[in-house]
């Protein structure tokens, strides 16, 4: 069974860190790109972050660029989403995501984890 | 980046009833635009991708259309699972990923 589990969020203060992970089975973590998505209560989806399979690329929405690193370690099957400099419209859950790109080569994603819950505030 | 207009943002409707939302990019985008569905407290589900392709397990009462800047998502008998919020989502861009504002769906 193919599953995505999501665990580090919690409350934060304004301007402070958190580690995001996404540990990874049932499937070749090592070839697919992964990404994290956000949901601000009562909102709408909001991408956040892509990384290749190797690692080799990232890239990430200009509302968290220079704050944000995402990174993947393939031999612990782990995505991981350093986050920086928090503001409090950072506050949402997080998803993490697989993309289809290996299989139909289209970036879409086909599985999500839970989710876990990031509030930035003081 | 490209922009994603869904319409409409919520509606009601019956069991049976046929129910179509569109979605609307700023821009072409070919066919690279992929339907989610998600219920209160859940993660999105994978619908449709490459704007007609079928999930896998997705049930065959769901269908998608549309090409250049203009999709649609059809349900072509509304069942009460159906009940949840639906997002497009285009992956034309490699700059970056974007979501339509979400279609709420009333049974």
């Known amino acids: 069974e193919i599953q995505l589990v999501e665990s580090g969020g919690g409350l934060v203060q304004p301007g402070g860190s958190l580690r995001l992970s996404c540990a990874a089975s049932g499937f070749t973590f090592s070839i697919y790109w992964m990404h994290w998505v956000r949901q601000a209560p009562g909102k709408g989806l909001v991408w956040v972050s892509r990384?290749?399979?190797?690692?080799?690329?990232?890239s990430y929405a200009d509302s968290v660029k220079g704050r944000f690193t995402i990174s993947r370690d393939n031999a612990k099957n782990t995505l991981y989403l350093q986050m920086n400099s928090l503001r409090a419209e950072d506050t949402a859950v997080y998803y993490c995501?697989?993309?289809?790109?290996?299989?139909?080569?289209?970036?879409?994603?086909?599985?999500w984890g839970q989710g876990t819950l990031v509030t930035v505030s003081s | 980046d490209i922009q994603m207009t869904q319409s409409p943002s919520s509606l009601s409707a019956s069991v049976g009833d046929r129910v179509t939302i569109t979605c609307r990019a700023s821009?072409?985008?070919?066919?690279?635009l992929s339907w989610y569905q998600q219920k209160p407290g859940k993660a999105p589900k994978l619908l449709i991708y490459a704007a007609s392709s079928l999930q896998s397990g997705v049930p065959s009462r769901f269908s998608g259309s549309g090409s250049g800047t203009d999709f649609t998502l059809t349900i072509s008998s509304l069942q009460p699972e159906d009940f949840a919020t639906y997002y497009c989502q285009q992956s034309y861009s490699a700059l970056g990923l974007t979501f339509g504002g979400g279609s709420k769906v009333e049974i």
């Open positions: 995501a697989r993309d289809l790109m290996a299989v139909t080569g289209t970036e879409d994603f086909d599985y």
């Open positions: 821009q072409s985008i070919s066919s690279y």
């Open positions: 990384i290749y399979s190797d690692g080799s690329s990232t």
